[in-house]
């Protein structure tokens, strides 16, 4: 009985052994996997790459298959050598064949640390190289559109401008619509390389810079408003809201209190013509300067050319002293007076009828008499032939 007993324990002894003996993997034997980076970042979306050596220290040739272990859901990867994609390598004893690994994180990819291994078999024989992978950000699949600086401000004149980004995170090419939602009379266009343009196009994980022009209507109030914009497909879209703080309006008038822009002088003389300068807008007008266009040999003069600061709806009279030349002709001629501010500019044409001096009149009926008076002395004198 105890025979039988030693003979039973034995045999099952014989049979666990034997199980651990199938179970246990070795390494190929001489055969090592070596990369300087074991460690790499990566964002969703993006492709790594390792360079990884096979070195085979034996005297004898070494054949293998190789595969990525623990490789996270919807991670893929390709494994090449000199550009061409591998399914079995074969390496000389005491050499080295390069090869090159590339793994791709998905655009939904979940951030954090993944522990990835490449292994070698020769069928019966492993040999592994671990491969750590930190993704640094969250992933996912959709359209992205932003921008660092939302906000901006200028007067109801300004043109906003804004750079955006449009990011396609999804995992095919995408037609995105490009579109906005402002109120009417606001201005809203989108540049691509300096092209205006109403749709793009856009590879999967790639992105694009855009230049977002703003206008606002004429008569836009001071303020803060919002200009929504929104990058679409079918099946994929992103919206932004920028932002537009308008400061107030600028707006500038010159004209005469009566708003009669005409008079009459005479050569050589002198005229006063009393102007009115006015902030039409919702905005102080600092340095607002005003000058003439005259005719040539024309002179204008103003009791005050700049005005220091001007508040809306505030209005300055100002003094200008035009001289018509002694040699004027009679006729109809224009000066053009003009305000101006760095914001906003105003003109006035004002028309001048020109008479000619009495004096010259006088001179004019002289000389015509004093010739009448010559030709009947010389038909006296000398009589008709």
């Known amino acids: 009985m105890l025979k039988r007993n030693v003979i039973a324990i034995f045999t099952i002894a014989i049979l666990v052994c034997s199980l651990l003996h199938v179970n246990r993997t070795y390494a190929i034997e001489g055969v090592s996997l070596f990369t300087s980076y074991t460690g790499i970042s990566a964002t969703p979306g993006e492709t790594i790459n390792y360079q990884v050596d096979v070195i085979n220290s034996s005297s004898s040739i070494k054949s293998m298959t190789f595969e990525l272990e623990d490789l996270p859901k919807d991670w ?3 494994i090449s050598s000199n550009e061409m994609d591998i399914k ?15 793994i791709t994180v998905p655009q939904n990819a979940k951030m954090g640390d993944n522990n990835i291994k490449l292994v070698a078999t020769d069928g019966s024989s492993k040999s592994t190289l671990n491969l750590a992978v930190a993704v640094t950000e ?14 901006l401000e200028g007067h109801s004149e300004s043109t906003f401008s804004y750079t955006v980004t449009l990011n396609n995170k999804t995992a095919k090419k995408q037609n995105y619509s490009l579109s906005t939602s402002a109120d009417d009379g606001w201005v809203v266009r989108f540049l691509s390389d300096s092209n205006s343009v109403t749709s793009l196009s856009l590879e999967p994980n790639t992105s694009k810079d ?31 809201k920028l932002e537009a703080v ?10 005469t209190p009566s708003g009669v822009l005409s008079d009459d002088m005479t050569a050589g003389s002198e005229k006063s013509v009393e102007l009115v300068v006015k902030n039409t807008g919702t905005t102080s007008l600092n340095d607002v300067s005003v000058s003439a266009n005259a005719p040539t040999n024309w002179e204008v003069k103003f009791d005050e050319e700049k005005i220091s600061e001007l508040k809306p709806g505030k209005t300055k009279k100002v003094k200008a002293k035009i001289s018509a030349p002694d040699d004027a002709i009679a006729g109809d001629y224009v000066t053009t007076f003009t305000a101006s ?8 044409t004002f028309r001048i009828s020109v ?11 002289l000389i015509i008499i004093a010739v009448i008076a010559g030709l009947f002395f010389i038909t006296r004198k000398y009589g008709r032939r």
């Open 341 to 348: 501010a760095d914001e906003a500019t105003s003109e006035a």
């Open 246 to 255: 308008v400061t107030g309006t600028f707006g500038l008038e010159i004209s």
């Open 210 to 240: 855009l230049t977002v022009e703003v206008t606002p209507p004429k008569t836009i109030e001071k303020g803060t408003y919002e200009i929504p914009i929104k990058a679409s497909t079918a099946d994929s879209k992103s919206e932004l």
């Open 88 to 102: 079995e390598l074969s390496v000389k004893g005491n050499s080295e064949t390069p090869i090159s690994v590339d």
């Open 355 to 365: 008479e000619t001096s009495t004096l010259w009149g006088i001179v004019a009926v």
């Open 138 to 151: 969250q992933g996912s699949y959709k359209t992205e559109l932003t921008t660092e600086q939302a906000n």
């Open 76 to 78: 893929t990867y390709k």
